[in-house]
């Protein structure tokens, strides 16, 4: 019933690429409510020292923030369903193989 080292390797990558987009699509998601609704992914922004707060000097449009934070969001489920998929088969099956795709595939067949 052990997994392959390769696909635990894979499943760790998995994991690691779903809690990067939950951070990154909660942080957007929050910096955009920091700056009135305004994106700052590509404007700018000016520190002031004596206040010491942020002030923007150019935004970009918000819709560019809700596509970042969208594709962060399905990258994320996408990760968490492999997951689940390779979890379940594991459980499932007594032999779990991998199909390859290539001749360079490093996956066992």
Known sequence: ??????????LVLYAGCFICGVIAA???TLTQGHFDGR???YGS?????????????GSSSPSVCYFVSAIA????IYCFSLILYWIYA??????VRR???????????
Do not use: F, K, R
Not at 1 to 10: T, Y
């Open 45 to 57: 922004v000016h520190y002031n020292a004596s206040g010491q707060a942020l002030t923007i000097e």
């Open 73 to 76: 969001v399905c990258m994320a």
């Open 90 to 95: 594991s459980c499932v099956d007594e032999d």
């Open 26 to 28: 909660a942080w957007m």
């Open 39 to 41: 994106c700052i992914l």
């Open 1 to 10: 019933m052990g997994l392959p080292w390769l696909l635990v390797l894979e």
């Open 99 to 109: 199909v390859c795709a290539s001749v360079w595939s490093l996956c066992d067949t």
